[in-house]
């Protein structure tokens, strides 16, 4: 079967719009994952969805970041009035409960 | 605070030589540990996880809990090793999720 699948994969906006970022688990992967990576630096945790149920939301850097899961399967990242340091790929993950997790190819955001 | 520490950005070695990747870690707990890998134009992607106890594409890694490091070792480097390489930590838990901590990986270059 496919594995993690993320589109776009690539997204230009400019400065204050607003972007949504589509990510398609492993199908039966209950678990689901967003991490930002900015440039030289490794992925960083934003939020985990357990079926639809958004458990953790930490890493969120600000208000500005929403994410969904509304039917425990594809799920989307939304970032509002965009900023220059949102530039980054956006890199989401599925896995089995206790299992390791499968990536996607990621987006890559640059605000302009 | 718990973090992962991968000391060298860029680490080249000529095909043949033996190979080793430093990851050390801070965490209080328990700790599950991984190294992923990405190569050119690909995912990133299990290589190996430390409960499993596997070699894989000839690399191993030892968790040694005096230390706290994790490092990757392969004996006899190929080119197509050449990728760059994340140590990662399963830290934070909610529920059944397991957010991965990364460090910001080591470029592995394999030369002939």
């Known amino acids: 079967g496919a594995g993690v699948s993320q589109s776009p994969r690539y997204k230009v906006a400019k400065r204050g719009q607003d972007v949504a970022l589509r990510c398609d688990p492993i199908?039966?992967?209950?678990?689901l994952f967003w991490y930002q990576q900015a440039l030289g630096q490794g992925p960083e945790f934003l939020t985990y969805f357990q079926n639809e149920a958004q458990l953790d939301k930490s890493g969120l850097p600000s208000d500005r970041f929403f994410a969904e899961r509304p039917e425990g399967s594809v799920s989307t990242l939304k970032i509002q009035r965009t900023q220059q340091e949102d530039s980054a790929v956006y890199l989401c993950?599925?896995?089995?409960?206790?299992?390791?997790?499968?990536f996607g190819d990621g987006t890559r955001l640059s605000i302009l | 605070a718990q973090r992962v520490t991968q000391p060298e950005k860029l680490l080249s070695v000529f095909k043949g030589a033996p190979v080793e990747l430093k990851c050390n870690y801070s965490?209080?707990?328990?700790?599950?540990l991984f190294w992923y890998v990405q190569y050119s134009r690909q995912r990133l992607q299990l290589l190996l996880r430390h409960i499993s106890r596997e070699s894989i594409k000839g690399f191993t890694a030892d968790l040694n809990k005096g230390e706290t490091s994790f490092h990757l070792k392969k004996p006899f480097a190929q080119e197509e090793d050449s990728a760059m390489y994340y140590c990662?930590?399963?830290?934070?838990?909610?529920?059944?999720?397991?957010?991965?901590?990364f460090g910001k990986g080591t470029t592995l270059s394999v030369s002939s």
């Open positions: 990662a930590l399963s830290g934070r838990s909610n529920q059944a999720g397991t957010a991965l901590i």
């Open positions: 993950a599925s896995s089995l409960e206790g299992q390791p997790q499968h």
């Open positions: 199908s039966g992967h209950v678990s």
């Open positions: 965490y209080s707990g328990s700790p599950e």
